[in-house]
């Protein structure tokens, strides 16, 4: 800066400013101070300007332990576009990785003492998530992907689960099924929850009766019981609203043993537009997250909190929608 | 640290290098340091001590645009793993997007400039790639996934591509097959070369003719395509080794609609152990890269060229292996 300053003839001030508050320095002094930077190439230190400014432009993102299963591909396809939405946003994304909850809160407690992000981006938040309420006592920047407690105040950014296995029912009623069954979770809470209600109302809606529904934990195996299962109890079923691609690949292999041509005999539409959803045979009907947008969302309540400006709405709900394939 | 050197009545000096260098510090007065350091809570700036140190322990790494592939799980499954053993060294990996090439080493440039990383790993190299004689020559740190120039002496870590799917052969051969067919890329270098070169091998060292293979584009329709021409073409082969699990599916595709039960009619082996792999009806069987093995090795060459240390090997090789499922 010192030699910037000397070849523009200018105070280290000036060339302060110019960098920094450039509508504070008269134009031909910031055409000179401009020339001189690009002249001798200067370049201000990322580091020395974090120090000053207290900013490191790096937001904290915990990556979940590679599970190799739909959810990870999922939270991998909002890392792609939370990495581009922040780059946007002349941010990059600094991650890190954790084992359980309190091993986590460990880093976040590292990373906030010593200055190294700005804030975080938290995701798969739900109302009984403790994570949104220790960085708030701790006065940390952060919005969530997920919805955290309603009484609270934190920015976030969900995905309507149940709009999209309603859209799935909706699809299903007119191709003339009336026998839709589902293939859930067993958590009576957030997005497996928002799943299996979004298919009941949809079902009310159509005056159908929702008889016919079973839950499994979240592995292929599972998903495969459960889905023989209810295809043994409710033969007379002709469509299943899976609450997961796992789920909906669990039917395929359930069919496949009962001897039930999926598309054909039995219509399947899953949820996440896995990349393994296109690459079956036949391809899989699945409700998708627009990931994209939730990414930039978070990333613009984020931004605004680091500048202290008001948000509009504090928590915003976008909307699925259906890749219609061939398996329904 | 004032505050420190205060309360444990010694200078600043001696509390940085209680921080620093605590061999240099008497036990009797680290010990009233590091209890003085604990009362106050103190905790050293991140920002401080990179400007310090010039070590931001940020390591920089390039995630590829979402493709929603196979292709890109592949390289999340390495981003997982990246970030696991970076954190075992000390580091955090700090991920930034690009378009193309140029648009890559400009972001190198930046970083490099602003001091916002210690060195990078680099994915997806081939002898052709451009990146590291760039990286080299600005005197950056990095060490590489894949194969660069062998006449360098840069760092890299790979997996012996034709060792996979001389494994896969071997394992068909075992099971009987005596026409196994190949489907690949038509690219003559890099791991699609590899993988066609353990296929070709292993049937010579069998005795058996490599008559049959073809090439297509990594896209599951050309992919099917090109299997439904090569079953077309040579209908006596009872199994296909295909260089990507995107490829093996639609081999899937392809017995399908000529009336072939995969695993019973027709074997097929793909490569990358995606997620999907173990999720489709019969279970995929499919040659494993060791990432997180990957990730290790990648991480301890790039810590010794940041210490300055000397490497046994500037490249290393490792094996992959065939997980056995229902299709083959």
Redesign the interface.
Known sequence: MAEVARAAHVSLQTVSNALNAPERVRADTLARVLAAIDKLGY?????????RTRR?R?IGYR?D??R???A??LQ??F???L??AA?SAGH??????SGGISAELTCYEDML????VDGFVLSGIDPGDPRPAWLAERGAAFACFGRPDPDSNYLWVDVDGAAGTQAAVDHLVAAGHREIGFLGWSSTSGPGEQRRRGWLRALQRHGLRPDHHITALDT?QDGTRAALELLGRAPTITAIVAAS??FA?GC??AA?SVGREIGRELAVIGVDD???A????PALTSVRQPLEEVAKEVMSLLVAKLKDQRVQHNGIVLAPSLMIRESA
């Open positions: 370049q201000p230190n990322q580091v020395a300007r974090s120090l490191t790096h990556l332990p590679d190799s299963d739909t990870s591909v991998d396809r890392l792609h576009a990495t581009t780059e990059r994304v600094l991650l890190f990785s003492r010593t200055g190294s292929l691609d796992t690949l395929y292999a496949r896995s990349p393994t296109s690459l079956v045979t």
